[in-house]
């Protein structure tokens, strides 16, 4: 079946850095995929819709100059965390629509970010 | 925010059915209903959809009602290993965003 990767999947960084996350479909094609955020025993928070080729279309109340994102191929897109925070620490979550009739999509393992 | 309402949380016991219930009674006509689950600290999981009628496969069955109102997901041999998560959702399209809602967090216990 379809799968989606996402690197790293934990990392701790300083506040006032910035950290990268990658999200790449591994057997299939996404134009578009989402990127969540999910804190301790929350659901997930749909953040921003990743498109590739043009610039990603956030949710109210996600700042975009603070969640970059770049979907640079068909097959990965990056969120980078700018300025971190120890506020911005949570667990984050990509998916992408297979684009098959099924109208699933397939999340990765997700990313464990801890900013100190 | 997410149209679905879903019981907070359910208890079933080792080997028995686990019947989750859900109420989408805004759903649309062209709006599929899908669940997945999430098992602590991983990505979600899909398990099944549906749009009208009843579905199954080699994890779940789906049973929506007539008015399309409810469903309810069956897991017919719940194990330890379905302790999670579990998410109802509409979906009106492949690439349309999707909003989850508290879900239903089922422990089951030996």
């Known amino acids: 079946g379809a799968v989606v990767s996402q690197h790293p999947s934990w990392v701790i960084c300083k506040s006032g850095t910035s950290v990268k996350i990658e999200c790449r479909s591994l057997?299939?094609?996404?134009?578009?995929m989402f990127w969540y955020r999910q804190f301790p025993k929350q659901s997930l928070m749909l953040m921003a819709t990743?498109?590739?080729?043009?610039?990603?279309?956030?949710e109210q109340g996600v700042e975009k100059d603070k969640f970059l994102i770049n979907h640079a191929s068909l097959t990965l897109s990056t969120l980078t965390v700018t300025s971190a925070h120890p506020e911005d620490s949570s667990f984050y979550i990509c998916?992408?629509?297979?684009?098959?009739?099924?109208?699933?999509?397939?999340f990765g393992p997700g990313t464990r970010l801890t900013v100190t | 925010d997410a149209k679905t309402t879903q019981p907070t949380s359910m208890d079933c016991a080792e080997g028995r059915a686990a019947n989750l219930p859900c109420n989408h009674s805004t759903i649309s006509g062209n709006e599929y209903v899908y669940w997945y689950r999430q098992i602590h600290s991983q990505g979600p999981q899909y398990i099944i959809h549906?749009?009208?009628n009843n579905e199954t496969n080699e994890m779940a069955s789906l049973i929506i009602t007539e008015d399309r109102k409810s469903s309810t997901l069956i897991l017919p041999h719940a194990t330890l290993r379905d302790t999670a998560v579990y998410y109802c959702i509409e979906v009106r399209a492949s690439y349309d965003k999707v909003i989850f809602g508290p879900g239903t967090s089922l422990s089951v216990i030996p």
């Open positions: 998916s992408a629509p297979t684009g098959d009739l099924s109208y699933e999509q397939y």
């Open positions: 549906g749009l009208k």
């Open positions: 990743s498109n590739e080729g043009s610039k990603a279309t956030y």
């Open positions: 057997d299939f094609q996404a134009t578009t």
